[in-house]
C-alpha cells in the first residue's frame, strides 16, 4: 500500500513538474536554435551539436564551448573554460540537495544535479517543504527535451 501512495505522488510530481517545464522549454527553444547556429558555424555536425545540447545543459557553457571549437584551441582549454562557466551550478546542486529528504538514493540525487539549469533551480527552490526529485524530472524532460530539439 505504501508503494502504491509512493508511485501515486511521484507522478503527481512528475506531471507537476512537466507543465511547470513548458515555459522553461519555450525559451530554451529559442536559446538553442540561436545556438544551433553558433555550433554550426563552428563545424559542428547536428549529431555532435545536439549531443553537446544533451550533454551540457547550459547556454553559456555551450556557447563557450562552440567558441573554444570554433578557434581551435585544445581540449585542456576547452575543459578549464567550461569548467570555469559552469561552476555555478555545483553550488546550485549542493543549495538544491539540501531540499531533497534524507532519504533521497544516491541516483536521485545525481540526476537532479545533472539537470540542473537556472530555470529548473529556480523552479525547484520555489516548491514548498522537501522537494520531491520526479518534478525536477518532469521540469527537466520537459524543457531539456526542447532544448536539444532548438
Not at 62 to 67: C, M, N, P, Q
Request: aromatic share 12%; glycine share 10%; proline share 3%.
Amino acid at each position: 500500500m505504501a508503494s502504491e501512495v509512493m508511485k501515486s505522488e511521484n507522478k503527481h510530481w512528475f506531471l507537476k513538474g512537466l507543465k511547470h517545464g513548458v515555459p522553461i522549454a519555450a525559451g530554451y527553444f529559442a536559446v538553442s536554435f540561436a545556438l544551433g547556429f553558433t555550433a554550426g558555424n563552428a563545424g559542428l555536425t547536428v549529431f555532435q551539436a545536439t549531443l553537446a545540447s544533451l550533454l551540457c545543459n547550459a547556454s553559456a557553457g555551450e556557447y563557450a564551448g562552440f567558441t573554444v571549437i570554433a578557434s581551435k584551441a585544445g581540449y585542456v582549454t576547452m575543459a578549464v573554460i567550461t569548467a570555469i562557466v559552469n561552476a555555478r551550478y555545483l553550488l546550485m546542486s549542493a543549495a538544491l540537495s539540501q531540499k531533497l529528504p534524507e532519504e533521497t538514493k544516491l541516483p536521485h540525487r545525481l540526476l537532479v544535479g545533472f539537470w540542473i539549469t537556472d530555470e529548473i533551480f529556480g523552479a525547484s527552490v520555489t516548491v514548498p517543504g522537501k522537494l520531491n526529485p520526479f518534478y525536477n524530472y518532469g521540469l527537466a524532460i520537459c524543457s531539456l527535451s526542447f532544448w536539444a530539439l532548438g
